[in-house]
């Protein structure tokens, strides 16, 4: 069980993404697309764990980098160590799966849900379990720039925690696609006002 400090709204910040892992991160998701276009598969995945979200907006900063560091630590624990990842937030992390197709990307992380939703953690007093979503887009040759990518990504994980509580979810290259999760994603927004 990962213990928390017990920190107030004013307590430290979150150790800050060091420049050399972005920029390197930054690095390999450029050469990626670059390989798109000439049929080399790859997938990004964006992990989430809300209830770090929650306790940073209970006032621990400090307890909530804590618990992505804790994140983090199992998700590398799980993954080669050629895999490359991001702090995308506080609270998020992006993995780039150079060569995995849309099928295993998903089998990876579900691999990665199962070992984060493992994780339990002890904050005030009080056991908590984690549960992770994590959203999967395929890479494709368009658009050349790495940011629409990356905030599909987190897109993708959004939809997740909307739409199963908590899952993985896929997402395909389509307009299509994109279409029918903000459908699906304003459909469950009504549903929790009305029920709400």
């Known amino acids: 069980m990962i213990t928390l400090p017990d920190t107030p709204r004013t307590g430290t910040s979150p150790h800050p993404v060091k420049p050399s892992v972005a920029r390197q991160f930054q690095r390999r998701l450029a050469r990626a697309l670059r390989r798109c276009g000439a049929g080399y598969p790859a997938s990004l995945l964006h992990l989430d764990v809300p209830a770090a979200w929650d306790v940073r907006d209970a006032g621990g900063r400090a307890a909530a980098a804590a618990l992505r560091e804790a994140v983090a630590g199992t998700v590398s624990a799980h993954l080669d160590d050629d895999v ?34 493992a994780l339990r953690f002890r904050w005030h007093g009080h056991p908590f379990r984690l549960e992770a979503c994590v959203g999967v887009l395929e890479l494709g040759p368009w658009p050349e720039e790495a940011e629409p990518w990356l905030r599909r990504a987190r897109e993708a994980c959004a939809a997740a925690r909307d739409l199963g509580g908590n899952g993985v979810q896929l997402v395909e290259l389509t307009e299509h696609a994109w279409e029918d999760i903000d459908r699906r994603r304003d459909w469950v927004r009504h549903l929790t006002e009305i029920i709400g």
């Open 84 to 117: 490359p990842s991001a702090p995308a937030d506080q609270c998020g992390l992006t993995l780039l799966l150079e060569g995995a197709r849309p099928s295993r990307a998903v089998h990876e992380a579900r691999n990665l849900k199962r070992a984060v939703d």
